[in-house]
């Protein structure tokens, strides 16, 4: 198993072989990246207990647009700073290719 700076298993003996690249955030930005998904993961929590207490439908369905709300803003968050980072770096290092990849993720967002 192999440690990231924070703590947290970051690959064990095996790679999952979907990506190869990596992105070192700061540590303001990780902790409001979790911050966010930690809020999310209690909202999915609270549709999931809505559910299980058979809640009334119209009551679920407003929460789950807010756990929808909040994955787009998260989304949104994550989208710029990987702009204002990954792709200004790889520019600044002539690698024009860095705006199609851009694209083509921004075109997969918007399905």
Do not use: P, W
């Not at 303001?28 to 999931?48: A, P, S, V």
């Not at 989208?79 to 997969?108: F, P, S, W, Y």
């Amino acid at each position: 198993m192999e440690y990231g700076k924070r703590g947290i298993v970051v690959s064990e003996e095996k790679e999952c072989g979907c990506c190869h690249r990596k992105k070192e955030r700061t540590e303001q930005e990780y902790k409001d990246l979790i911050h966010r998904l930690n809020r999310i993961e209690g909202q999915i929590r609270g549709i999931r207990g809505m559910v299980e207490r058979d809640a009334y439908c119209t009551d679920i369905l407003m929460q789950v647009a807010a756990a929808n709300a909040a994955l787009n803003s998260f989304s949104k968050l994550l989208l710029a700073n990987h702009i204002r980072t990954c792709v200004a770096q790889d520019i600044r290092n002539g690698r024009e290719d860095t705006v199609e990849d851009l694209v083509e993720t921004i075109r997969k967002l918007m399905k």
